[in-house]
C-alpha cells in the first residue's frame, strides 16, 4: 500500500515562509495529479495547488502569486512553497495524489492522502 509521508508545516508570523515536503513510501507509482489540499477549522477541504495530468499546475485564486508548488506526478515527491503567509492561510495542509485524475483541484479526485501538516500564521 503507498502512502504519503508530508512534513515541513508550523507556526510563522505574517509574512513568513515555510516549504511543505510529500514524499511517496512507493516509487513505482505514477501519480498523475499530485497537490495540495488544506483544511481550517469549521471549514471544508480545499483545493490550494495541483500538478495535473498533463503538468499543468492550478492554484486557488487564494494563494496565487504568493504559493509555488514543484515536482511531478511521475516522481515520488513534491512540495509547496509557502510565502507571504497571511493569518488565513492556517489549516491543516495534506498532500494528495492519484493515479488517474478528472478534477485535480477536488479531493475526491484523490485516493492517496498524506497524513496532514499543521500550519499555522499568527
Known amino acids: 500500500h503507498v502512502q504519503l509521508v508530508e512534513s515541513g508545516g508550523g507556526s510563522v508570523q505574517a509574512g513568513g515562509s515555510l516549504r511543505l515536503s510529500c514524499k511517496a513510501s512507493?516509487?513505482?507509482?505514477?501519480?498523475?495529479?499530485a497537490g495540495w489540499f488544506r483544511q481550517a477549522p469549521g471549514k471544508e477541504r480545499e483545493g490550494v495547488a495541483v500538478i495535473g495530468y498533463d503538468g499543468t499546475i492550478k492554484y486557488s485564486d487564494s494563494v496565487k502569486g504568493r504559493f509555488t508548488i514543484s515536482g511531478d506526478n511521475t516522481k515520488n515527491q513534491w512540495y509547496l512553497q509557502m510565502n507571504s503567509l497571511k493569518p488565513e492561510d492556517t489549516a491543516l495542509y495534506y498532500c494528495a495524489a492519484n493515479t488517474r485524475c478528472v478534477a485535480p483541484m477536488e479531493d475526491t479526485s484523490y485516493d492517496y492522502w498524506g497524513q496532514g501538516t499543521q500550519v499555522t500564521v499568527s
Open positions: 512507493e516509487s513505482r507509482f505514477t501519480f498523475y495529479c
